[in-house]
């Protein structure tokens, strides 16, 4: 077996209903009681913070909230929060919304601890020093920021960059899928798809696969094919969301552990030109992205097609080719956005959209089958 490494949060927590009883649960592994709550606007005004910040309170702790992050949050949303955070000395930061909060509070925890300039984080293993404690609550079952070590910041109008380090694990995690039960039908679907993308190239990753992702990924596959449906149409469905939050998870700590490719290289410029969310780029660039790796990842595609299928005796390719058919019918099924054209990205842009996608080295390198910047403009047509 080739050597390989396995990184994961602290400890996690799965309870219907657990925010409630964050004053509680924070209490009992934290001797810090001065939190700074990191999310956003509309979780805060739509009441979604308040069973977590009365159980904070009513168990002693001092609680400021930052609820300025927006999606693709640019670097000034991160100094605005450290800032308030080392005016009201906090000293536990507590993430509870969709990917973005989640981010912004990892890079806030560093910053609270550390005088390491931001510029001088990104890429990979540049983080020096440690941070003050972390725990994190997500409100969505898509992106898997709460168990991954990668903060992504838009760093110019339309480009963005990432921070990789293992600083960036939290020390808890609190699953409480009672918490994505307001998500309407489009939000569900697009952010569900991304988690499966995050499982799937997890599992089809050229570099760091190992035996344990391939683990997580599977059974990311399997709760989330069985689910999507079902949580896209009756969000309430207590089950259905419970497994979508664990397999999202799930998923987090596959492609954590072996990286993502072509398609979050393909989605990345999408979302930095056109401010769409990450679960729907995803999405919109996912089938294409599928079709045009399977000269490469077809054995892989087969294994995943007795995952969301169950077992067969056709070969290889017919099993692979099916799975690539059941991500497509699942996610026009979905509701989901499934054209470039239905979102507004105009077709003049496609050239200037592959040409960015090249910018995404990190990315590209990981995925089965090389992608030159004419097959990434091939991809975009294919999608639009």
Request: charged share 15%; with cysteine; hydrophobic share 45%.
């Amino acid at each position: 077996m080739a050597p390989f490494s396995f990184d994961t949060p602290g400890s996690m927590r799965v309870e219907w209903g657990g925010a409630a009883r964050m004053g509680a649960l924070l209490q009992s592994w934290f001797a810090q009681r001065n939190v700074l709550i990191v999310t956003d606007r509309f979780l805060n005004e739509n009441g979604l913070l308040a069973p977590a910040l009365a159980s904070l309170k009513a168990e002693g702790f001092s609680v400021t909230v930052f609820d300025d992050v927006v999606a693709d949050p640019p670097e000034h949303i991160v100094t605005s929060c450290v800032a308030q955070g080392k005016a009201a000395g906090a000293n536990l930061v507590l993430g509870l919304g969709g990917g973005s909060s989640m981010d912004i509070a990892k890079i806030t925890a560093l910053m609270l601890a550390s005088d390491q300039p931001l510029s001088e984080m990104y890429g990979i293993d540049n983080v020096r020093g440690d941070r003050v404690p972390l725990v994190q609550v997500p409100t969505t079952a898509g992106t898997g920021s709460e168990v991954t070590n990668i903060t992504i910041l838009t760093t110019g109008e339309t480009t963005k960059m990432g921070i990789v380090s293992k600083q960036l694990y939290a020390d808890l995690v609190l699953l409480d899928a009672e918490l994505t039960t307001g998500l309407p039908r489009t939000q569900t679907a697009a952010t569900g798809i991304d988690a499966m993308v995050h499982a799937i190239e997890g599992f089809t990753s050229q570099h760091k696969k190992n035996p344990l992702s391939d683990i997580f990924a599977r059974e990311a596959l399997r709760l989330m094919s069985a689910n999507l449906l079902v949580a896209c149409a009756d969000g309430t469905n207590r089950a259905a969301r419970e497994a979508m939050l664990l397999g999202a998870n799930l998923a987090g700590q596959a492609f954590s552990n072996s990286p993502v490719a072509a398609v979050h290289a393909l989605a990345y410029p999408l979302g930095g030109h056109y401010h769409l969310p990450h679960g729907l780029t995803n999405a919109l660039m996912l089938g294409p992205v599928l079709r045009y790796n399977m000269t490469a990842a077809a054995a892989l595609y087969a294994e995943l097609a007795d995952v969301v299928l169950g077992p067969s005796d056709a070969d290889v390719q017919v099993r692979s080719a099916s799975f690539v058919a059941f991500m497509q019918d699942l996610m026009e099924r979905s509701g989901a956005p499934l054209r470039l054209r239905d979102v507004n990205v105009p077709e003049a842009d496609l050239p200037m959209l592959a040409k960015n996608a090249m910018l995404q080295s990190r990315l590209l390198v990981n995925n089965p089958v090389e992608v030159t910047e004419k097959d990434a403009l091939e991809l975009y047509r294919e999608a639009f």
